[in-house]
């Protein structure tokens, strides 16, 4: 499969099942066993959810036995990484109500696995999760090499869900050395990175030039959006609203520097910006936060572009009014920022003229649908993770790595599970849930080996009452602009922020277009009295 190849799913090869709608193209769906768990009307698995994977036969006969590393005839071994403690970080997460304890993140991380697991097709293969802690701290590349080359060796799994965020990609790089797959590692590591690791290193975010190119698409126009022309007009300081934007990048790497150009991509110093980069050292940030903006005014900077932590934010702008700069805030949804959890931490003066792009979807109130809607309807209409605070991101790897497995078919190797993944049809795109795909959809010029594909617009509310994402009734809220529609590069609509026509804070209800279907919790869930 290459990024020259026509935009689409590759047909599959070997042993790889046929889905449901290339049967019916083809006209054999009758030739085969669908079972009781295929939606015929959607082509999906009866999970009520948009990333269901597709259709495949029930699987009947040799599975090949042991295929490779963590694959034998009875089982898959998966690791679940489970990241090492960091004091600053568990306290400041703590402070937004996003921490949960290692022991509750491990029994919600198990029951997702329970019920992602009760829907795919596994060839005969039953899925053992093995947990893994961590060594090292989150930027700690030594560990992370450490630890990667321990769970190779002693653990030889097919797959390991997560991993160290800071390390410049060390721990990603040594289990592809090896051999293995890990998903969710390594976050900003650059796509040109990741093709050089493949078929194993899988991101579950934008890519960086991905988003990028949205943002800047989306500020400075694009197809028929108009970008922001003209003067700073959303500053705060009148004198910086009469003045033609000038545009500053913050942004978080690591040393040596992780945010590079890829060869053909994109970069933020592409764009004439001045910029500015930190390191996530907690001890140092207040002081470099301070500096970084005490140069940002001193350059003229009218329009503050963010694209780092969700702390360091507290300290960029308790900084800039500290010295009464009141620049625009242009934020770009990475890593929590686009939270209301951690926004309210935010100097609330200076949120005021923030606004930007979001890449996660619109809040939905925990009684409408969502993730809890999902865990309920296999554990059972009381039920409630373990993991409070972070049970709707906990889950995030496991359903990708199933779906891979689901769609590889018995021979499951590495290079199976990512044609698998390449095969997957884009899901999602809706106002709730972001589109996910892999591999080559048309989307974008080079093979995709992250998830998300597009951004939302946003901007800040200081004034409006709601709940957060932990059901925290508080003030201030994003508000998600044009009904929380979705873009990609191709297609960024005209900036609208502090424009409050159109706009939603979440959702009491799901919107039709991000329902899914309804269905009967499987046989033998506890929700189906398992």
């Known amino acids: 499969v290459s990024a020259e190849d026509e935009p689409?799913?590759?047909?599959?090869?070997?042993?790889?099942?046929?889905?449901?709608?290339?049967?019916?193209?083809?006209?054999?769906?009758?030739?085969?066993?669908?079972?009781?768990d295929c939606d015929f009307d959607t082509g999906r698995v009866k999970l009520p959810d948009v990333h269901a994977p597709p259709c495949v036969p029930v699987f009947e006969g040799d599975n090949g036995g042991d295929i490779g590393a963590g694959v034998t005839a009875e089982q898959v071994r998966l690791v679940h990484y489970d990241?090492?403690?960091?004091?600053?970080l568990d306290s400041l997460l703590g402070g937004a109500g996003l921490q949960d304890t290692p022991e509750q993140q491990w029994a919600t991380v198990q029951e997702w696995m329970e019920l992602y697991s009760s829907v795919a097709e596994t060839y005969g293969r039953e899925i053992e999760l093995v947990r893994y802690q961590a060594t090292g701290g989150f930027d700690d590349v030594v560990a992370a090499q450490a630890d990667a080359e321990r769970i190779a060796q002693d653990i030889k799994p097919?797959?390991?869900?997560?991993?160290?965020?800071?390390?410049?990609?060390?721990?990603?790089?040594?289990?592809?050395?090896?051999?293995?797959?890990?998903?969710?590692?390594?976050?900003?590591?650059?796509?040109?990175?990741?093709?050089?690791?493949?078929?194993?290193?899988?991101?579950?975010?934008a890519a960086t030039s991905h988003f990028i190119d949205g943002v800047v698409a989306w500020s400075e126009g694009a197809g028929d959006g108009e970008g922001l022309d003209g003067p700073a007009e959303f500053a705060g300081d009148p004198e910086l609203r009469s003045t033609e934007r000038k545009f500053g990048?913050?942004?978080?790497?690591?040393?040596?520097?992780?945010?590079?150009?890829?060869?053909?991509?994109?970069?933020?110093?592409?764009?004439?910006?001045?910029?500015?980069?930190?390191?996530?050292?907690?001890?140092t940030m207040p002081q470099v936060a301070s500096e970084i903006v005490a140069k940002m005014k001193g350059a003229g900077v009218t329009t503050l572009v963010f694209g780092g932590d969700p702390l360091m934010p507290i300290y960029l702008t308790g900084a800039a009014e500290a010295i009464n700069y009141y620049p625009e805030w242009l934020f770009t949804g990475t890593v929590l920022t686009d939270t209301n959890s951690f926004a309210r931490l935010y100097n609330q003066n200076q949120m005021a003229q923030a606004f930007g792009v979001s890449q996660t979807g619109v809040p939905?109130?925990?009684?409408?649908?969502?993730?809890?809607?999902?865990?309920?309807?296999?554990?059972?209409?009381?039920?409630?993770?373990?993991?409070v605070a972070g049970y709707q991101v906990l889950g995030s790897n496991i359903p990708r790595v199933l779906r891979g497995i689901h769609m590889a078919g018995p021979e499951l190797t590495p290079e199976n599970f990512e044609r698998a993944q390449f095969r997957l049809p884009p899901s999602g795109g809706d106002p709730v849930n972001p589109q996910q795909s892999h591999g080559n959809w048309g989307f974008f010029p080079e093979l995709d080996y992250n998830g998300t594909d597009d951004l939302a617009e946003i901007w800040w509310d200081p004034e409006i009452e709601g709940y957060d994402e932990n059901e925290r009734l508080g003030k201030g809220m994003?508000?998600?602009?044009?009904?929380?529609?979705?873009?990609?590069?191709?297609?960024?609509?005209?900036?609208?922020?502090?424009?409050?026509?159109?706009?939603?804070?979440?959702?009491?209800e799901?919107?039709?277009?991000?329902?899914?279907?309804?269905?009967?919790?499987?046989?033998?869930?506890?929700a189906a009295g398992g």
């Open 158 to 205: 097919f797959a390991v869900l997560g991993g160290p965020p800071s390390d410049g990609g060390a721990f990603a790089g040594e289990l592809a050395r090896n051999g293995i797959i890990c998903l969710g590692c390594a976050v900003g590591l650059p796509e040109c990175k990741m093709r050089e690791n493949a078929p194993y290193t899988w991101g579950n975010s």
């Open 478 to 508: 994003w508000r998600y602009a044009h009904n929380g529609r979705r873009f990609t590069p191709q297609n960024p609509p005209t900036p609208a922020p502090f424009v409050e026509k159109d706009t939603v804070t979440r959702f009491e």
């Open 83 to 88: 990241a090492s403690e960091s004091g600053s």
């Open 364 to 387: 939905v109130s925990s009684e409408a649908g969502g993730a809890l809607d999902l865990y309920r309807w296999y554990f059972g209409e009381d039920a409630f993770p373990d993991a």
């Open 510 to 526: 799901l919107p039709p277009e991000s329902q899914p279907p309804s269905y009967p919790p499987p046989a033998g869930s506890p």
């Open 8 to 36: 689409g799913a590759p047909p599959p090869t070997g042993q790889m099942p046929v889905t449901w709608d290339e049967a019916v193209e083809a006209g054999t769906e009758g030739d085969h066993d669908w079972g009781e």
């Open 249 to 283: 990048l913050i942004h978080f790497d690591q040393d040596p520097p992780l945010i590079l150009q890829c060869p053909g991509g994109s970069a933020w110093d592409d764009n004439g910006w001045v910029t500015e980069s930190y390191l996530l050292d907690f001890a």
